[in-house]
């Protein structure tokens, strides 16, 4: 009887063992399938970028490896990204046995809807902010100064953009777990709605370049987003389900 909790408890750490080392092949799997195009894909990436520096300016490589390691790093990023639809599906058949029928119709929606707002997130930085921010950069660099932005600079700048708009776009997700948990209400939420707005441009002015342009196009998008998080958690909270033991499984 005493071994059983021990044997249980081994099950469960093996299962999840299992389901790291199924998530980390998975992204192994698409970085293979990547990696050939590693150079087209950073290319890809320095569109944006290239389309707004003057003739005759172009990107450099201020270290002797970054030739190789940015569009390297970049591939690896990517690959996470691309791959997290099985790192979530592995997340869900880790964690499904032990919910209740309830959880599961929020948490599964919640879980690849997080997924896609990421991806918003990532889509909307790329083809709206990164064009329009660099265009202003570019535009107010002092007459006679060359711009030449280093390749691995311009990643890890790009990179943290994306971590911002994409962490970002999940507002909606966190309002509706906050409400579903009972931490908040959301008719409390719109009583802060004042305090929201002024914290999203105090966040969005520390999480992205000194523009008022990219910083903009942060705080609109969040505040957005927090009515739509709101909307939805409204729907949750009304049901307000309760759990039943005998609905676990």
Same mark, same amino acid.
């Given at each position: 009887m005493s071994s059983q909790p021990q044997?249980?408890?081994?099950?469960?750490?093996?299962?999840?063992?299992?389901?790291?080392?199924?998530?980390?092949?998975?992204?192994?799997?698409?970085?293979?399938?990547?990696?050939?195009?590693?150079?087209?894909?950073?290319?890809?990436?320095?569109?944006?970028?290239?389309?707004?520096?003057?003739?005759?300016?172009?990107?450099?490589?201020?270290?002797?490896?970054?030739?190789?390691?940015?569009? #390297?790093?970049?591939?690896?990023?990517?690959?996470?990204?691309?791959?997290?639809?099985?790192i979530l599906f592995q997340i869900w058949s880790f964690i499904a046995p032990g919910l209740y029928q309830n959880?599961?119709?929020?948490?599964?929606?919640?879980?690849?809807?997080?997924? #896609?707002?990421?991806?918003?997130?990532?889509? #909307?930085?790329? #083809?709206?902010?990164?064009?329009?921010?660099?265009?202003?950069?570019?535009?107010?660099?002092?007459?006679?100064?060359?711009?030449?932005?280093?390749i691995s600079s311009y990643l890890d700048f790009v990179l943290k953009l994306f971590f911002a708009f994409g962490a970002t776009f999940e507002i909606p997700v966190a309002i509706v777990l906050l409400c579903w948990t009972g931490v908040t209400e959301p008719a409390s939420l719109r009583a802060k709605r004042p305090y929201v707005i002024v914290g999203a441009f105090v966040i969005s002015m520390l999480l992205t370049p000194p523009d008022v342009i990219s910083q903009t196009l942060l705080a609109v998008p969040m505040l957005l987003l927090f009515e739509l998080g709101i909307m939805v958690a409204a729907l949750y909270h009304k049901k307000d389900p309760e759990a039943d033991p005998e609905d676990i499984g």
């Amino acid at each position: 009887m005493s071994s059983q909790p021990q044997s249980s408890l081994f099950d469960h750490l093996l299962e999840l063992r299992n389901r790291l080392l199924h998530s980390v092949l998975g992204v192994l799997v698409v970085f293979c399938c990547l990696v050939y195009f590693a150079q087209d894909i950073y290319q890809y990436l320095a569109q944006p970028l290239l389309a707004t520096m003057p003739e005759g300016a172009q990107m450099i490589a201020t270290d002797v490896a970054s030739p190789f390691f940015a569009p #390297f790093k970049l591939t690896m990023v990517l690959s996470f990204f691309l791959a997290m639809p099985y790192i979530l599906f592995q997340i869900w058949s880790f964690i499904a046995p032990g919910l209740y029928q309830n959880e599961k119709k929020l948490i599964a929606p919640l879980m690849f809807g997080s997924t #896609f707002l990421f991806y918003a997130g990532i889509s #909307f930085a790329y #083809f709206v902010v990164f064009p329009l921010a660099f265009s202003f950069f570019t535009s107010v660099a002092p007459e006679g100064v060359t711009i030449a932005t280093d390749i691995s600079s311009y990643l890890d700048f790009v990179l943290k953009l994306f971590f911002a708009f994409g962490a970002t776009f999940e507002i909606p997700v966190a309002i509706v777990l906050l409400c579903w948990t009972g931490v908040t209400e959301p008719a409390s939420l719109r009583a802060k709605r004042p305090y929201v707005i002024v914290g999203a441009f105090v966040i969005s002015m520390l999480l992205t370049p000194p523009d008022v342009i990219s910083q903009t196009l942060l705080a609109v998008p969040m505040l957005l987003l927090f009515e739509l998080g709101i909307m939805v958690a409204a729907l949750y909270h009304k049901k307000d389900p309760e759990a039943d033991p005998e609905d676990i499984g």
